[in-house]
């Protein structure tokens, strides 16, 4: 019920909802009670809640964030949009993913069904501790390697990155270890006051091309990735936080240009374009 569920969410193909069905989210999440997210985390005060009903298995298998570690403001993030960011680069039967912020691991695991025993998954996790936990949870995946640190140095190649965390640009590393037709999922926010605990903004889902890499654009709030900001990118992504402003950014490329009349946010090595 769970991945049907999400399937009428985010529109999903069979392998995907079938990757959800499979998975058992409670192996990931730790002893009950379990703290599930409020929808707004805008209440400094208190930006989760638990109630006695957390204990039950019907509660995490909603569309809700549930908490890892409230102090560190780490979660299991909502599952209707990792489906709907797992739909856009459709990872394949055979296929390698760089998975960068996997937390405990649970997306990981999805990730890992899709790809098959036949693909593989590298997971980075910057937190030693919930590393290992994923570490723990993914051993019914062989084909699963979790690392510490912020996938700075990737290897690779990679058919799918898959950025689990707030940045204002992606790597180098990261766009460089993508094969010809690789695709990325990419966060790009910028921090606001109403939203203390990460930051608002747009995901990018690009496949990557000769030359311009086609763009799909869709809003995200997520707490910050390591690594993988500059406060320079963030000053120009703040012109696109509204659906009608983002919705402009069709393109990403990544080569070498003079800053142009389609250039939106220009970087060396990052630029979105109408």
Not at 205 to 219: I, K, L, S
Not at 230 to 245: G, N, T
């Amino acid at each position: 019920m769970y991945a049907e569920r999400l399937r009428t969410a985010a529109n999903l193909r069979q392998a995907i909802v079938e990757a959800f069905a499979r998975v058992p989210r409670e192996e990931f999440l730790g002893p009950v009670p379990w703290q599930i997210g409020q929808p707004q985390l805008r209440d400094r005060a208190a930006p989760y809640i638990t109630t006695r009903e957390a204990c039950r298995l019907e509660d995490i298998y909603q569309d809700v964030v549930v908490v890892i570690d409230p102090t560190r403001k780490i979660n299991n993030g909502q599952p209707s949009i990792h489906a709907r960011w797992l739909e856009a680069v459709s990872p394949q039967p055979g296929e390698a993913v760089l998975h960068i912020g996997c937390g405990v691991g649970y997306y990981t695991s999805i990730l890992a069904e899709l790809v098959g025993p036949s693909g593989r998954v590298v997971a980075y996790e910057i937190e030693p501790d919930i590393a290992a936990r994923a570490q723990a949870c993914l051993k019914a995946w062989p084909q699963v390697r979790v690392e510490v640190g912020d996938g700075s140095q990737p290897g690779g190649p990679y058919d799918v990155v898959y950025v689990n965390g707030g940045t204002t640009h992606a790597r180098k590393e990261w766009l460089s270890s993508l094969t010809k037709k690789g695709r990325i999922v990419l966060p790009l926010t910028v921090h606001l006051p109403m939203f203390p605990y990460g930051g608002v903004g747009f995901v990018i889902c690009a496949e990557r091309g000769d030359g311009q890499w086609p763009v799909h654009v869709a809003q995200v709030g997520i707490y910050a990735c390591a690594g993988a900001r500059d406060p320079i990118a963030e000053s120009r992504l703040r012109r696109f936080l509204s659906p009608d402003a983002a919705a402009r950014i069709h393109a990403l490329s990544i080569e070498p240009h003079i800053r142009g009349d389609r250039c939106l946010v220009h970087l060396g090595g990052f630029c979105l374009q109408t």
